[in-house]
């Protein structure tokens, strides 16, 4: 049996909803863990005294329930084995696998006693069609790929690597889980990570979309890929590969911004990409044209690009953005005036504006990130993350924090 890593803060997550009356949804991009936080938590169960006969926990991509393809097979096998006596804990891995499936989980709910958890590696799961079958009796739990100090777990460091050293390893190869079986073997690493992509392109997105077009799919990846958290449109991606020949050749039409935005739904559906919208801050508003694009793995954006530290300042915004939505923030880029912040981050009870850069030693560099938020008239938290390390920590209230530091909080 392979062996089990601890996913903390996720399993965390699973058992304070553990025996509540609502479905809890695993999601996240392939490979980042979702199998195994599952395994964990069946493990978790039976330390806690739950007798294995009351654990039903399927992988349905498994040739071992080849048979059960409908929910109607599925409600059949699952309800002659639930327990009549005693709750009965219902675990499916990659449910997506069975047509309806939605249908034969509200039957559970309705007809048993059970706690049900599943897992799946496509958004469309929580589309309208499950959103009006269980009417909100669902938790989402989105899983990401590993965050640094996660990483840092994982892997086993010599003594004398420091934790920039670490960091600069992270940045490179990203968060896959399964890169631990290669020690960061670069080769090794990169066919792995074309393997996952491939799974996710080939059939999760292509063969489940149906009329996309590999071709297209491919060049806007790579586009979103060398702009991650630069502001872009669809209509504006569209231009910039017609611009420079992408689709001069061959039948392939050059993409119309609504073509361009169905593929980004498709990668986002896929957990590849997230896209994040624009908030007014001085007229408290949403803003309906413009959107930044952070992927999910930067061993992915690497792989395909190579990697370049020329934009070390946009892959180190593509991190926090990613560790705030760990941390349960709501994220948006803010506008002030014709200025950016690049996040605002807010709870219900909370709310918070971030900058990013590589370095603030420099004057220009340091007046452009904290101008915005000198802007900003609220008493809200002003923090500003950089790789320096600063006897400065701070600058009229608004904090100098050191972006490995932060991470590791």
Request: proline content about 2%; hydrophobic content about 40%.
């Given at each position: ?183 960061f073997n670069e080769a090794r690493i990169n066919q792995s990570l074309e393997g996952i992509y491939s799974t996710v392109v080939l059939r999760d ?28 449109s669809p209509n504006r991606i569209g231009n910039v590969l017609s611009s420079e020949g992408e689709f001069s050749s061959g039948n392939t039409k ?50 395909l690009l190579g990697y370049r530290d020329a934009d070390r300042g946009h892959i180190l915004e593509n991190v926090v953005f990613l560790e705030l ?85």
């Open positions: 049996m392979r062996k089990l890593t601890d996913r903390p803060e996720y399993l965390r997550q699973l058992i304070q909803n553990r025996d509540v009356d609502l479905v809890k949804i695993v999601t996240g991009i392939r490979r980042c863990g979702k199998s195994s936080l599952l395994d964990l938590f069946h493990e978790y169960l039976k330390k806690d005294g739950v007798d294995e006969s009351h654990i039903i926990h399927m992988n349905l991509e498994s040739l071992r329930y080849r048979d059960i393809n409908d929910y109607l097979a599925l409600y059949d096998h699952v309800s002659a084995r639930i327990s009549p006596s005693q709750k009965t804990y219902l675990i499916f891995d990659e449910i997506q696998a069975v047509a309806g499936w939605e249908k034969a989980i509200e039957s559970f709910r309705l007809d048993f006693d059970v706690d049900i958890y599943l897992t799946g590696s496509n958004a469309y799961m929580l589309s309208a069609e499950l959103s009006t079958l269980l009417s909100g009796r669902y938790v989402e739990i989105r899983m990401l790929p590993l965050s640094f100090k996660e990483f840092l777990d994982f892997y086993e460091f010599d003594g004398n690597v420091t934790d920039d050293e670490k960091f600069q390893r992270y940045l490179q190869f990203g968060g896959m889980p399964v890169l631990r079986e290669y020690d997105i292509l063969q489940r979309s149906g009329s996309a077009d590999s071709g297209t799919l491919q060049k806007i990846m790579l586009f979103l890929c060398s702009n991650i958290g630069s502001m872009t050059s993409p119309s911004g609504k073509t361009v935005e169905k593929y980004i739904s498709l990668l986002q559906n896929a957990f590849v990409f997230y896209s994040v919208g624009r908030y007014d801050v001085k007229g408290k508003q949403l803003l309906k044209t413009l959107n930044k694009n952070y992927i999910a793995d930067l061993g992915f954006r690497n792989m939505i760990r941390r349960d923030w709501r994220v948006y880029v803010g506008k002030v005036g014709d200025l950016e912040i690049d996040f605002v981050a807010e709870k219900p009870d909370a709310k918070m504006y971030v900058q990013v850069t590589e370095s603030m030693l420099s004057p220009d560099v340091r007046d452009r990130e904290l101008r915005p938020l000198t802007m900003t008239s609220d008493s809200y938290e002003k923090i500003v993350l950089s790789m320096d390390r600063n006897y400065i920590t701070s600058y009229d209230g608004i904090k100098v924090l050191n972006i490995i530091d932060w991470l590791l909080e």
